[in-house]
């Protein structure tokens, strides 16, 4: 019986490790379950290019390609369209909603889907952004004039509110937070980009709560209601306030899944050879920050666990090497808002102290650096509008200074 | 000498500069543009396909040429 690989998720984490087993020699089959339809595409542009080229009565723009290429897809089977709703690791079994597969190996890439706003109402006015068919689904709905509510003011939300206001929207944001981008964004930055947000018409509600939405009986419009009875109505609201993992499949495996799927060193499950993850939905100790276990929704850390996840099987025949598992895994992304590059290195969950150090964060346009530091340790760095070459530098600061810190003895290094 | 061609589609390159982490002998900063060998040979075949895979818009092609 030939070896099988199952990889379950078909976007970056799922192909890159389909990739990486390639790499490594492995003759089994690899099978990529994925549960959208579509092949494997990237999700960035959904709130920026493509959502824009998608919008009706937008002519000038052509949409983007967006399909990843697999260089191992021929040797891949293919099941898209299909989504696990079970799995036994133990007997080695994934369950789909119309068959159930075995697997002598199996990656777990499902990564997230959108947090959703815990409430009744308006549905037909309300949105998410987050599949190919989610943007296809919200573009239709912008137009000139159309009155948009994102909830959440994190980074998709800003996105999202600059891509709607280039297409003639009125936009307003809502956040419980008192900035926006309030996890990943130097408090002083977020206000500059805020600021910006505003001067092109955008208008935003900060530490605020939605309590309730409703529509309209007749004319289907909805109201968002807030905490201080404030009620904004809106012709499309986007919910844009975080992700869950997709992890529900895994429930009977006695697996830890309150944040995502807790994964070792090289991306093993549940001290099993056999099972990974990798992607957003992978919780990982991350040594460049003594090991604290991290579950990270970047681009670029999709995949690098994916490479690492593909190095980390225990798999017959099959080589591998070193390199990748010794590459420190430095946490980076980047967010495009009008003519506003952001560029973010590191983790600064932990950081004490949070400085700007090039640049005028009211002058975000002109170019602003920040850096984060923990104890005196530089821990990230975000830039707008900076010299390409200068975020990388930051990044090789980081992993130097978390060279010193392990040299240190302390808790959990 | 068994040889890779390198391309980068500057009109897509948004210089995130994820080559230049992954493949330092190939992709390097000239200023603040980017700047890269070709072609290069077949032993960085590896840091170059890491380096293709790394790009978060796709616009690195590589083809060997032997």
């Known amino acids: 019986m030939t070896h099988r690989t199952v990889i379950v998720g078909a976007s970056v984490a799922g192909v890159r490790v389909a990739d990486g087993l390639r790499r490594r020699g492995y003759r089994g089959q690899v099978m990529v379950v994925g549960d959208e339809v579509h092949k494997p595409y990237q999700r960035p542009p959904l709130s920026k290019e493509f959502l824009a080229a998608s919008a009706p009565h937008n002519n000038e723009s052509t949409l983007p390609e967006l399909a990843i290429r697999v260089r191992s897809t021929d040797s891949i089977t293919w099941l898209l369209g299909e989504r696990a709703t079970g799995c036994d690791l133990g007997a080695g079994r994934v369950l789909l909603e119309t068959a159930s597969i075995e697997f002598d190996a199996l990656a777990i890439a499902t990564g997230v889907r959108p947090r959703r706003l815990q409430f009744r109402g308006g549905e037909a006015r309300r949105y998410v952004l987050r599949t190919k068919d989610d943007a296809a689904r919200l573009a239709s709905a912008l137009r000139p004039g159309t009155r948009l509510l994102v909830a959440g003011a994190g980074f998709i939300g800003c996105e999202l509110a600059a891509t709607a206001l280039r297409l003639g929207c009125d936009v307003t944001v809502v956040d419980l937070n008192d900035r926006p981008m309030a996890g990943s964004c130097q408090p002083e930055v977020a206000a500059g980009v805020q600021a910006i947000h505003e001067s092109h018409g955008v208008r935003f509600k900060l530490g605020r709560t939605i309590v309730g939405i409703e529509s309209d009986a007749r004319s289907g419009v909805a109201a968002v209601l807030l905490a201080d009875g404030e009620r904004l109505e809106a012709d499309v609201v986007v919910e844009a306030i975080g992700s869950v993992p997709n992890v529900e499949w895994l429930d009977g495996n006695g697996l830890d899944l309150s944040d995502g799927v807790i994964c070792d060193s090289m991306m093993r499950v549940g001290g099993r050879q056999n099972v990974v993850a990798a992607g957003d939905v992978a919780r990982f100790p991350n040594a460049l920050y003594c090991g604290s276990l991290q579950r990270i929704e970047h681009w670029t850390t999709a995949g690098e666990t994916a490479s690492r996840a593909a190095l980390g099987l225990d798999l017959p025949d099959a080589g591998g090497t070193d390199q990748q598992a010794a590459r420190a895994l430095v946490p980076s992304f980047w967010s495009d808002q009008y003519d506003l590059k952001i560029k973010g290195v590191g983790w600064s969950g932990a950081a004490d102290t949070w400085s700007v150090i090039e640049g005028d964060p009211e002058r975000p346009a002109d170019g602003v650096l920040a850096a984060a530091f923990e104890q005196g340790r530089i821990v990230a760095a975000l830039s707008v509008n900076r010299p390409a070459s200068e975020v990388l530098r930051y990044r090789t600061e980081i992993i130097d200074s978390a060279g010193l810190a392990a040299a240190t003895p302390g808790p959990g290094s | ?66």
């Open chain 2, 1 to 66: 000498m068994a040889e890779i061609e390198v391309e980068v589609d500057l009109a897509l390159c948004e210089l995130h500069g994820q080559c230049i982490i992954a493949a330092p002998d190939i992709f390097r900063w000239a200023g603040d543009e980017l700047s890269y060998d070709t072609p290069v040979a077949a032993e960085l075949a590896d840091a170059l396909e890491d380096a293709v895979d790394v790009c978060p818009v796709q616009a690195i092609h590589s083809r060997r040429t032997q």
